[in-house]
C-alpha cells in the first residue's frame, strides 16, 4: 500500500480548526448534503449490482434503472406496511374510544373520591393543562409535519442523484483523478473500491441492527402477552428509520391492541417501556457495535460521532455520518502525517506505511 503523502502533520490544533469548519458547512448545507449524501450511499451500494448486469449484456441504462426501481420497491412496501398501521388503527378505533372515555370516567371518579376534586375543578385544571401545552403540542406536530415533508422530499430527489451518480460515475471518478497528481491515481482507485465495500458492510450492519430490533421488540412484546408480537416488532423495527413519525405510528397499533385486550392501562405503557428500551439499546449499544465493528472503527468514536450527527443532521446525520468517519480513517490510514487520526478513528492496530 502507497501512502498519500504530506508535507507535514497536522497539529490537534489545526484538525479542531478543520473540523468546525467542515461542521459549519454541513450544518448550514444539510438541504443540499443530506439528499446527496443518502443518495451517494445507496449508488455506492448499487454500483456491484449495476456492474453485474451490464457485465452480463444488459444496457447501462437499464441497469441502472432496475437497479433504483428495486431500492423503490423495498421502500413502497415499508410505506405499505405504514399504510396497513394506519388502516388497522382506525379500524380498532371506535373500541379505543369506548376504553378512552371508561378510563377518563374510571380516573375523575377516583380523583373525586381520593382527592376531593370536584368534576368541575377538574374540568377546570384540564382546561387549564391543555391551554398552557398548546404550544408545545403545536411545536410537536410541526416538526412532525416538517419531518414527513423533508422524508418526501427526499423520497422524490435521492432517486434522481442516485442515478444521475451511477450514470456518471466514470466521469467523477476522472475528475477526482485530475484533481491529485497523476502517481496517487492508484492510490485514489484502492480507497475508492474500499470505500464502496465499507458502503457495502454499512448496509449489512444497517440489516443486522433491524434484525436485532425487531427480535428484541418481539421478545418484549411476547412477553407481555401481547397479541401478534412477532408482526408489531418487525414492523416497529423497519418503520423506525422514519424519524420520529415511524416509531410514533408503529407503536399505536400495539398500544390499542394491549388496551382492548387486557382492559388495563399497565399493558399500554408497558409496550411504550419496551420499545423505548430497545430505542435506547439500538442508539448506544447494537448500532455502535454492530455497524462500527463492521466498518473498523472503534465503539467510542461511533457513539460521538452519532451524537455529532445528530446535533448537526438529525435522526439523517445519526446514520450517515458514521461511514463518513470510515472514508476518513481510510485516507488517513494512507496519509502521512495523519497517522495520529487513522490510530484514534481505529480499533488499536495501525498499519504501517511504506
Given at each position: ?179 491529485f497528481p497523476t ?72 398500544i390499542a391492541v ?97
Amino acid at each position: 500500500m502507497i501512502p498519500i503523502t504530506t508535507n507535514k502533520k497536522l497539529s490537534p490544533l489545526e484538525i479542531l480548526q478543520y473540523t468546525l469548519l467542515i461542521s459549519v458547512l454541513l450544518y448550514f448545507g444539510k438541504t443540499l448534503f443530506i439528499p446527496l449524501s443518502i443518495a451517494i450511499l445507496i449508488s455506492f451500494s448499487l454500483y456491484p449490482v449495476c456492474k453485474w448486469m451490464e457485465h452480463n449484456g444488459i444496457n447501462k441504462n437499464i441497469a441502472i434503472f432496475l437497479s433504483i426501481f428495486g431500492v423503490l420497491l423495498l421502500f413502497g412496501i415499508l410505506a405499505y406496511l405504514l399504510f396497513l398501521q394506519i388502516a388497522a388503527f382506525s379500524s380498532e378505533w371506535h373500541s379505543l374510544r369506548l376504553k378512552l372515555l371508561e378510563a377518563i370516567a374510571q380516573l375523575s371518579a377516583f380523583l373525586a373520591e381520593q382527592f376531593n376534586l370536584s368534576s368541575e375543578k377538574q374540568v377546570a385544571f384540564f382546561k387549564n393543562t391543555i391551554s398552557n401545552s398548546g404550544t408545545q403540542a403545536f411545536s410537536f406536530i410541526k416538526n412532525a409535519l416538517y419531518s414527513l415533508s423533508e422524508s418526501f422530499f427526499y423520497l422524490l430527489i435521492v432517486p434522481i442523484y442516485s442515478m444521475l451518480i451511477l450514470y456518471y460515475r466514470k466521469l467523477l471518478v476522472e475528475v477526482l483523478y485530475h484533481i491529485f497528481p497523476t502517481e496517487k491515481k492508484e492510490i485514489i482507485r484502492e480507497i475508492l473500491i474500499e470505500t464502496i465495500h465499507t458502503y457495502y458492510d454499512f448496509i449489512k450492519g444497517m440489516l443486522l441492527v433491524y434484525l436485532i430490533v425487531g427480535v428484541l421488540n418481539s421478545i418484549g412484546l411476547a412477553i407481555l402477552g401481547i397479541p401478534h408480537p412477532i408482526l408489531f416488532g418487525f414492523i416497529a423495527s423497519i418503520l423506525t428509520f422514519i424519524p420520529y413519525v415511524g416509531i410514533l405510528i408503529s407503536s399505536l397499533l400495539p398500544i390499542a391492541v394491549s388496551w382492548i385486550t387486557y382492559n388495563s392501562i399497565w399493558y399500554p405503557l408497558g409496550v411504550i417501556l419496551v420499545f423505548s428500551i430497545v430505542q435506547i439499546l439500538e442508539a448506544y449499544v447494537i448500532f455502535p457495535l454492530a455497524v462500527g465493528s463492521r466498518l473498523k472503527i472503534n465503539t467510542l468514536v461511533v457513539m460521538i460521532v452519532i451524537i455529532l450527527g445528530g446535533i448537526i443532521w438529525g435522526a439523517a446525520g445519526m446514520i450517515l455520518f458514521i461511514p463518513f468517519v470510515s472514508i476518513i480513517k481510510l485516507i488517513a490510514d494512507r496519509t502521512k502525517g495523519l497517522e495520529a487520526l487513522a490510530l484514534l478513528l481505529g480499533e488499536g492496530e495501525t498499519k504501517k506505511s511504506n
